[in-house]
């Protein structure tokens, strides 16, 4: 199993930037991917989740509106787009991949990281 | 929302055992994950549903949960276990979601 993100980023204020999670080694489609962000510094927040079997997304307080979770089955990957960036959207953004099949699962494997910085 | 509270920092000497606890109201009622996050490192799975260890991960780690607390167990501390370690939960609300405790740095001195 392996989630590979796309490489870091730096955009202005106001600016949107899209994140790629590829993932390979098991079927897409069985496993949700979760999102979080880590500022520097700082500890994990959940940024959203989305059902890769449905593309249903659903997302975290405090990130409704501008953060918007997307998938391509066709080429096993999963998106997150944050649209009108802010300085304290700087952070490292996760994708990570639910265990399969279970009620309330742990993140089993988990993408490398994306930087995002947001800075004039 | 649900709030999960971790002690900032735990230190502990090469051999000894540590004990990280995750406070939350009824956590006995859900099931708790822990993660292991080396600097510069994305987070690692080290113990899911309360006490059950990943593929891979050392019989030193281990975890249990009662009452209002879960805790992670490292014993025979090596120093290579010097991290942050976050406990998580699913905690459903109007909504399903995820929560994780603010983290704690474990020190080997």
């Known amino acids: 199993v392996q989630l590979v993100q796309s490489e870091s980023e730096v955009k202005k204020p106001g600016a949107s930037v899209k994140v790629s999670c590829k993932t390979s080694?098991?079927?897409?489609?069985?496993?949700?991917i979760n999102w979080l962000r880590q500022a520097p510094g700082q500890g994990l927040e959940w940024v959203g989740w989305?059902?890769?079997?449905?593309?249903?997304?659903m997302y975290g307080q405090g990130f409704r509106g501008r953060f918007v979770v997307s998938l391509d089955t066709s080429v096993s990957t999963a998106y997150l787009v944050i649209k009108s960036l802010k300085s304290e959207d700087t952070a490292i953004y996760y994708c990570?991949?639910?265990?399969?099949?279970?009620?309330?699962?742990?993140?089993?494997?988990w993408g490398q990281g994306t930087l995002v910085t947001v800075s004039s | 929302s649900y709030v999960l509270t971790q002690e900032p920092s735990v230190s502990v000497a090469p051999g000894q055992t540590a004990t990280i606890t995750c406070g939350g109201d009824n956590i006995e009622s859900k099931s708790v994950h822990w993660y292991q996050q080396k600097p510069g490192q994305a987070p690692v799975l080290v113990v899911n549903d309360d006490s059950d260890r990943p593929s891979g991960i050392p019989e030193r780690f281990g975890g249990s949960n009662s009452g209002n607390t879960a805790t992670l167990t490292i014993t025979r501390v090596e120093a290579g276990d010097e991290a942050d370690y976050y406990c998580?939960?699913?905690?459903?609300?109007?909504?399903?979601?995820?929560?994780f405790g603010g983290g704690t740095k474990l020190t080997v001195l």
């Open positions: 080694g098991y079927t897409f489609t069985k496993n949700a």
């Open positions: 990570a991949r639910e265990e399969a099949d279970v009620g309330t699962p742990p993140l089993d494997s």
């Open positions: 998580q939960v699913w905690h459903t609300d109007t909504d399903l979601y995820v929560v």
């Open positions: 989305i059902n890769t079997n449905t593309g249903d997304p």
